[in-house]
């Protein structure tokens, strides 16, 4: 047989999904190397991670590796060899790069002229030979993102037995430390004989060992379906299903239920329990969360039912533990736990939560005069709430539920249920951005700007790697209210002077970039074209503005790409014109219409005049489609003006008036940002051409 | 059925026959067995070192008033170093739950991933926490650096939470119907003093008297070191870190300072691993 398969796999002890990934990868990748630095043809079959262990199987690997011929081109000859013949330091330094001796070279012409060739035969080889040789240093050698140590060696996790098979034999070889074999092992290491690496998945399933990676996942889906049976749902994140199923060789799915007393407590309160700590699956049906939750298990079956008792015994503990923080919160209304905040230091021993959330109270106050009066009340009182639930015990247990609980809170103690409802949630809505009103905006907004204020001015900055204290999500936060809000048109500068008014000067200014840099990253996320926002970022300074007018122009220059690459064009030339001239100390002349000589900037006047007018109303009324389209018009004349005018004329008052010409189109383009940073087109040659 | 001291008694026997010293508890306050000089300092001595005792871990924050079936301030744990872990540390940890009567083939073994940490300690490992069922029952930890130190022979450390095992075994609902011994319940040793240390620990300690107290040990750890003395150093660091442990119980501490003071805990423990290392190797 010329050919067979080569199979080879690692049992680890346990790794997490990622790593898995990671590793498979990796693996398959150094075998690779491996075959194609030694010139072992063969073909990739397939790769298998399980949490305990990583496999590759290659087919038709040939047993022979072919004589190889190699010829690496040296020095030229003339600088090869001294007066008398012998190796010059040239030709010395050439072989030792290759570590080769005199013997392995022979001069040949060239159409450069004679050189020194470096000649090598390997005879033929085999390649068990050669991968029982390699493959050791090539697994050993694989380098990962996060690996450990033990004994002499370092891997993901540690190794514990090593199977390489080419065709049904096992290579003789040591790898960390472990002697290959072509047995496999199971959970507690019992041995399982794989027959060929052709049969290895099929070895591995009958000790209840999937493999292969969707096979698995498939296999838990189907059983998924099968517990869930109309109306009963489930709606766990794709992280949650594939840490659960990723973490098992041979996923079971199966059904527990819990008392139904528990119910009584905030369901949301009772799902972050089950997935947290417990990785199990809440279940729904059309009235909301059913006593019954989904659990994964790692192959046993024929104890189920005892096993099913054990993960409801854990279930109940969580679930009562949080019931008892719970009932311990609720001894308190919300707002009494208001001076508990003294007793939380912030930002080391001088300062603490009480003192933040007192200026969170003012700044909302006065945020909330500006952009919505009739609410200050309502704002004050919000903010006030805001960080009660801090010191809540279930919030202690579970920092994500920071929001929510303070909402159950707030509802649970309220006499009148409609109003409570939608303060609650205005509460809740400040802390996590779920929905916006004013109250929730401008709560939300103080908070925000208060945690940024203080770590900016400890000097606390977050670098482009680091972020330890989430101050970017905390811009982030800041940005969506200032963009997202209805009816608020929030005023950044108004906002920067209100509440960074007892920082330094230096440090607000510092606020005020960071805040428009997170504000641009933002409109890039939203699909906004970066030399787009980059155009709008004269416009920043009020959010909301910004991001309309930013998606009307990447919405028409998406229809009109050629009219606004001329534009944007036009308008750098424009800004160079201007700028020359003002290095010469020349000034624009205010335009007059009597000094218009030539057509084409008549035409250009003409067309200004009649748009500054008409873009100023549509960009008051933010109707900056209707802006966009009106300014397009310019294009035609902007070109032939360009094409036919010189500005920079002999005769300075014809100069000048054109200067003032062209600084009246500046201004009008400017009402858009800066145009002349938006790109042109790349192909803009090629366009220009075929057009005209 | 076993009780409690049968685990005990059992889980002892299984590792002193394995060559561990079966080691007793060191009496200052701790929130882990790591902290027992047997493990943390052991460490740093050169060879080969075994060792195997149960150490009680006070956590105020897990104080529920002895009003919670599953939680308490103080529970138990089994502690285990085996240094450097051999290649079948995994296999000898599952025998010992057969052993101990937790048929390994018939209940869901899991080991998730979790890599232990001590911020405090300057220590961390790769490892899982064994569930069994669902139920956590040990951390699994091959620690690579332990006092800011990288180790040279990687140890396996083996923590067994006992309650948790007993409740497993016993099949009891609350942690306080577990049968210590045939005839004693671990409720009657137990119940009350969770509930006295829960009034303490939540609603009672002196924030301030307290934070002066850490200042104090502070002070104390200064000395000792300048005197060459890290043994007591590493007791007043201990006793520094049980009061923190009680004062953030208290509510009396937000994130950023308390990363400030483990920092601090760890810078001392650094310094108290280098010192304790360079005076066993010059002795």
């Keep these: 047989m010329k050919s067979a398969d080569f199979l080879v796999e690692l049992w680890v002890e346990d790794m997490p999904v990622a790593v898995q990934l990671e590793a498979e990868f990796k693996l398959k990748e150094a075998v690779e190397n491996l075959f194609e630095r030694e010139k072992i043809s063969g073909k990739f079959k397939k790769a298998f991670s399980t949490p305990r262990r990583l496999a590759v199987l290659f087919e038709n690997v040939s047993r022979d590796i072919e004589e190889q011929k190699t010829a690496i081109k040296g020095p030229p000859d003339k600088i090869s060899f001294d007066s008398e013949g012998k190796p010059s330091k040239v030709l010395e330094g050439f072989l030792s790069k290759y570590s080769a001796d005199c013997a392995d070279i022979r001069v040949r012409e060239t159409d450069k002229g004679n050189y020194v060739f470096l000649e090598k035969t390997v005879p033929p080889r085999s390649s068990e030979q050669v991968i029982r040789e390699n493959i050791a240093l090539a697994l050993e050698g694989i380098k990962f993102s996060k690996t450990m140590r033990w004994g002499a060696h370092s891997f993901p996790r540690p190794v514990r037995n090593i199977l390489v098979m080419f065709g049904k034999k096992a290579l003789k070889l040591d790898c960390f430390g472990i002697p290959g074999s072509k047995t496999s092992r199971a959970f507690m290491g019992e041995n399982i004989k794989i027959e060929s690496p052709a049969l290895y998945e099929k070895n591995l399933k009958s000790s209840r060992i999937l493999a292969d990676r969707k096979t698995r996942r498939d296999f838990f889906e189907e059983q998924l379906k099968d517990a869930l049976k109309a109306p009963l749902y489930s709606n766990p994140s794709a992280e949650l299903t594939e840490e659960t199923a990723g973490i098992c060789e041979y996923p079971r799915v199966l059904t527990g239920s819990f008392d139904e007393k528990f119910l009584e407590l905030p369901h949301e309160f009772l799902k972050v329990t089950l997935e947290f700590h417990q990785k199990c699956f809440a279940v729904y049906d059309k009235k909301g969360m059913v006593n019954q939750f989904i659990f994964v298990v790692d192959g046993v079956s024929d104890n189920a039912r005892e096993v099913r008792d054990n993960y409801e015994r854990c279930v109940t503990a969580r679930f009562e533990d949080t019931k008892f923080f719970w009932e311990n919160d609720r001894k308190k209304k919300l707002v009494e736990y208001y001076d508990d905040l003294k007793h939380v230091n912030y930002m080391g021993k001088f300062s603490t939560l009480y003192e933040k959330a007192e200026r969170i109270i003012r700044d909302s106050g006065e945020l909330a005069k500006i952009y919505c009066p009739n609410e200050t009340g309502e704002v004050r009182k919000t903010a006030k709430l805001l960080y009660c639930d801090i010191v809540t015990q279930t919030v202690g247990e579970f920092p994500g539920l920071h929001g929510m609980a303070g909402q159950y809170l707030l509802w649970g103690e309220a006499e009148d249920p409609v109003r409570a409802r939608e303060e609650s949630s205005s509460l809740r809505d400040a802390v996590t951005l779920e929905g916006l009103n004013n109250v929730s905006a401008v709560c939300g907004l103080a908070e925000r700007l208060n945690t940024l204020k203080s770590f900016f001015f400890a000097g606390m900055i977050p670098s482009t790697s680091k972020d330890p204290y989430g101050l970017r999500r905390a811009a982030d936060g800041a940005v969506r209210i200032l963009a997202e809000t209805e009816g608020v048109d929030f005023k950044l500068p108004e906002i920067c002077a209100l509440v960074f008014d007892d920082v330094p000067e230096r440090i607000k200014e510092e606020l005020y970039v960071f805040l428009k840099e997170r504000f641009k990253l933002y409109l890039i996320k939203e699909g906004i074209p970066a030399d787009v926002a980059n155009m709008t970022e004269t416009k920043f300074d009020i959010p909301k503005e910004a991001r309309s007018l930013s998606r009307a122009i990447s919405e028409a220059r998406g229809k009109q790409e050629e009219a606004f690459s001329r534009i944007a064009e036009a308008a750098k030339r424009i800004r160079n014109i201007l700028k020359q001239a003002e290095k010469l100390k020349i000034e624009p002349a205010a335009v007059n219409k009597e000094l218009l000589a030539e057509a084409e900037e008549k035409k250009l006047f003409d067309i200004a005049s009649s748009l500054r007018s008409e873009i100023e109303s549509y960009m008051n009324e933010k109707k900056y489609k209707q802006a966009l389209m009106s300014l397009v018009t310019v294009k035609e004349p902007l070109d032939l003006f360009f094409e036919k005018i010189l500005v920079m004329d002999r005769d300075e008052s014809l100069r000048d008036n054109r200067l003032g010409l062209l600084r009246d189109i500046d201004r009008l383009l400017s009402s858009f940002g800066r145009f002349d940073t938006l790109n042109a087109l790349a192909s803009d040659g090629g366009a220009e051409r075929m057009l005209e | ?283």
């Design chain 2, 1 to 283: 059925m076993k009780t409690l001291q049968d685990i005990i008694k059992t889980l002892s026997d299984y590792w002193g026959d394995k060559g561990c010293v079966v080691a007793q508890p060191y009496d200052v306050e701790k929130g882990a067995g790591t902290f027992n000089p047997m493990t943390f300092l052991k460490l740093f001595d050169k060879g080969p070192w075994r060792t195997a005792y149960v150490e009680p871990a006070r956590r105020p924050q897990d104080g529920r008033y002895g009003d919670n079936p599953f939680r308490l301030y103080k529970h138990l744990q089994f502690q285990v170093i085996l240094k450097p872990a051999p290649a079948d540390s995994r296999l000898l940890y599952l025998k010992s739950l057969s052993r101990i009567g937790i048929d390994v083939k018939k209940h869901d073994i899991r080991f998730l991933e979790d890599n232990w940490e001590s911020p405090s300690l300057g220590a961390w490992g790769r490892g899982w926490e064994v569930r069994c069922d669902g139920l956590e029952i040990t951390q699994f930890t091959y620690f690579q650096q332990a006092g800011g130190i990288e180790l040279e022979d990687v140890p396996v450390e083996l923590t067994y939470g006992l309650e948790r095992i007993a409740m497993f075994l016993q099949k009891k609902k609350s942690v306080y119907d577990i049968d210590w011994s045939e005839t004693v319940k671990y409720g009657t040793l137990r119940k009350e003093e969770e509930r006295q240390f829960s009034v303490y620990y939540f609603e009672k300690a002196s924030v301030e008297g307290l934070r002066k107290v850490c200042d104090f040990y502070l002070g104390e750890l200064e000395m000792l070191l300048e005197n060459k003395l890290p043994l007591p150093a590493y007791d007043c660091l201990l006793n520094f870190s049980h009061i923190f442990n009680v004062i953030d119980a208290r509510g009396g501490i937000d994130h950023t300072t308390r990363a400030d003071m483990i920092k601090q805990m760890r810078g001392y423990a650094n310094r108290i691993a280098l010192m304790y290392k360079e005076m066993r190797e010059q002795s």
